[in-house]
């Protein structure tokens, strides 16, 4: 048995003032959910490239470090970070470091974070360079021979 309005005695989903306001109720639930999920993603982006960014191989080095070591005369700020999202269910994160040198050319270095291990893999085979580079002991320290992205590279990397 279906719910009627008293005035009409017609079913309440043919009333148009109940329609319109479902109606509005999804949309504004929608909106809401697309939101909150955006704002997550966000973050999720954010964290991804600080981790890239204070990224300490066991060797002491920071990536930052490594790549102003790379192109002689760049600034440490003259790094472009730029992240995107490769999944939301697992919270992998693409963060690009772009570096433009003199004369207006531009070097990508890619890296692949695993937010919920926080752990960074090789985006690209700039990225896997200045990981294996890292991976060398500067300091002599033990155990400083393989970097974080080397002993724990995903099966699908190159």
């Known amino acids: 048995m279906s719910a009627q309005t008293p005035e009409e005695g017609t079913p309440a989903w043919k009333n148009p003032i109940v329609v319109i306001g479902t109606i509005i109720f999804l949309v504004a639930a929608t909106m809401t959910v697309r939101y909150v999920e955006q704002r997550f993603n966000g973050a999720d982006v954010r964290n991804g490239v600080e981790i890239v960014q204070g990224y300490r191989a066991p060797s002491g080095r920071l990536l930052q470090d490594a790549l102003v070591a790379r192109h002689p005369g760049l600034p440490r700020n003259g790094i472009r970070w730029e992240g995107e999202l490769l999944s939301s269910c697992y919270q992998y994160v693409r963060v ?19 937010i ?37 590279q995903r099966a699908t990397d190159p």
Do not use: C, M, W
């Open 96 to 114: 690009r470091a772009i570096v433009t040198e003199p004369g207006g050319r531009s070097r990508e270095y890619a890296f692949d974070v695993d």
């Open 116 to 152: 919920n291990t926080v752990s960074i893999h090789p985006g690209n085979p700039n990225g896997l360079s200045v990981l294996r580079e890292l991976g060398r002991s500067t300091t002599g320290a033990p155990g400083a021979k393989r970097s974080q992205a080397e002993g724990n």
